[in-house]
């Protein structure tokens, strides 16, 4: 799958958990500003992703506070693609 096909699925599982993705930039990190969301909507987005993109996700390593942009969680997700 392409980064493409990635981010253009990314986009649609965080608008189905109603995250805007309005102007989403790769650096943008989530849980902050525009893609903040309290801890059930990250426990649905989390859920959703692995089932989206049949992965299995390991939230420290995905969303801490260094690696949480939409840039690593693509990176993360054709790393898990590839397995």
Known sequence: M????I????????SDNNISTQELK????????KLKIDSIKF???MVDLENE???ELDYRETFDEH?????HLVQYIE???RS
């Open 2 to 5: 392409s980064r493409e096909e």
């Open 7 to 14: 981010l253009t699925k990314l986009k649609i599982v965080l």
């Open 26 to 33: 790769m650096e943008d990190r989530i849980g902050y500003g």
């Open 43 to 45: 426990m649905k987005l």
């Open 53 to 55: 993109f049949n992965i």
């Open 67 to 71: 690696s949480n942009t939409i840039e």
């Open 79 to 81: 790393h898990g693609n």
